[in-house]
């Protein structure tokens, strides 16, 4: 959220990390979906950690800086001297950080990396979106001199930070860690909270308008804006893939309210074929504003070898979004439809956006997405496991319902159809920690901590 509120978040550490052991020898590419916070974190991180920096926003940039990386990059000397002159800023060697923000606007800066790492006088951060979008590498050397992070909207520990509830973290950690219920009362407290996160979302400017001002209006408002932003992007990508892209974001929450939430070909046009939308699924995916959960055929540690490329599923990047997106037509008072939501009278398809908070989790954690189906030996119906992650030698299954049930056939079958492959599997609903036959029950707003 350029120039908002600085909210704490955990990428911060991981600057730091950078700064201390790789800046010497690598610049910091920090990639992520618009909004996300990337340019706020890194101007707190200069103002923090640096005796002076530069910003250059390639969004809004002059052509005499533009002419430093044309004309003057083979005299480093004259390109800092006069870098420093248009920003009136002086730089430190070793204590400046030089930021490239919105890099993908201009490659040519990207590309000169290479070059301005290895002078070895300042540190370099670039920030981007659509950074591996074909049109913004196709004709750059991508520099090897350059480490990539990803950042996210800010998942439900920041969420609780935002609110100064640090404590609450450790009250959830220590109950999942223990395998102990927190109790009606506190786990009902937390519920709301997660409700509330689910609501809102995490992207920093939603974010903000939900605490600074609580108004439902302000909050809806802030959270169309990143959807018009999204749209916009959307528009500019030509042909074919342009088309079909814009068609499958505002297809999501169809897809999601469904029974079998697989990307369906026929739902974007009739008689067409998967492979005829991957380049614009592939677009969305690289874009960071939708998670791609692939199906796998086995469940191995070596997950991605039995990946199937044409059956998946598609969650957006942020449930707060995919609220308002599934939701735009459906109440024109906000006020009404936030109370609607959180009083529990609307008529909802919780499980869509539980299953997408669930995947949002796993991303923000730096899990990728992978489900399966299988057949098994006593149904003739085809199973399905929402979730898998690789875990060292073994493969966790996970299944998320919105409310607790006992019935988990899927999780059942698989686990004796490949018993040596899994650890013990989890249910994610909405009620209190539980270990029963086997099965660890955890709430929803334990899913970090997977």
Not at 33 to 47: L, N, P, Q, W
Not at 199 to 227: C, F, H, Q, T, W
């Amino acid at each position: 959220m350029s120039g908002g509120t600085f909210f704490e978040r955990k990428i911060y550490q991981e600057l730091l990390e950078w700064k201390e052991n790789s800046s010497d020898s690598y610049a910091l590419m920090i990639e992520g979906a618009r909004r996300v916070g990337k340019t706020t974190v890194v101007k707190e991180f200069a103002k923090n950690e640096y005796r002076s920096s530069i910003l250059i926003d390639f969004s809004f940039v002059s052509n005499e800086v533009k002419s430093l990386f044309e004309d003057h990059l083979w005299n480093l000397d004259t390109f800092f001297f006069r870098l420093q002159s248009i920003f009136n800023v002086r730089l430190y060697p070793r204590e400046s950080l030089i930021i490239f923000d919105e890099v993908q606007f201009y490659p040519i800066a990207r590309q000169a990396i290479k070059h301005l790492v290895a002078d070895g006088r300042y540190s370099y951060i670039e920030t981007g979106s659509l950074i591996s979008i074909r049109k913004n590498v196709e004709r750059i050397l991508i520099p090897s001199e350059e480490l990539s992070i990803t950042m996210h909207p800010m998942d439900f520990e920041e969420f609780l930070w935002a609110q100064d509830k640090h404590m609450v973290v450790d009250l959830i950690r220590g109950s999942f860690e223990s395998r102990t219920p927190l109790g009606f009362e506190s786990h009902r407290s937390l519920m709301a909270l997660y409700t509330m996160y689910m609501l809102i979302g995490g992207m920093p400017s939603v974010v903000d308008a939900y605490l600074s001002k609580n108004d439902p209006g302000e909050v809806e408002k802030a959270k169309r804006a990143i959807l018009k932003l999204y749209r916009d992007d959307l528009m500019k990508v030509t042909g074919i893939t342009g088309v079909n892209a814009r068609k499958i974001f505002e297809l999501i929450p169809s897809y999601l309210s469904r029974h079998d939430k697989s990307f369906s070909p026929s739902d974007v046009k009739s008689k067409s074929a998967t492979r005829d939308y991957l380049d614009s699924v592939s677009w969305l995916e690289q874009s960071k504003i939708v998670n791609v959960c692939h199906k796998c055929s086995e469940p191995s540690p070596a997950l991605d070898m039995s990946i199937d490329d044409n059956s998946f599923k598609m969650y957006l990047l942020d449930t707060g979004l995919l609220m308002t997106l599934a939701l735009e037509k459906n109440i024109s008072d906000r006020s009404d439809l936030y109370g609607a939501i959180l009083d529990n009278k609307l008529s909802l398809n919780k499980g869509m956006f539980f299953e997408n908070m669930v995947s949002q989790e796993l991303v923000m954690s730096g899990k990728g997405l992978v489900f399966i189906k299988f057949y098994s030996e006593d149904s003739d119906r085809i199973q399905e496991v929402d979730f898998l992650i690789a875990d060292g030698e073994k493969v966790t299954p996970i299944e998320v319902r919105s409310s607790r049930s006992s019935q988990h056939a899927s999780l059942d079958r698989i686990v004796r159809k490949y018993p040596k492959s899994l650890n013990s599997p989890y249910v994610i609903h909405s009620k209190d920690l539980d270990v029963r036959d086997g099965v660890t029950y955890i709430p929803i707003y334990m899913t970090m901590l997977l």
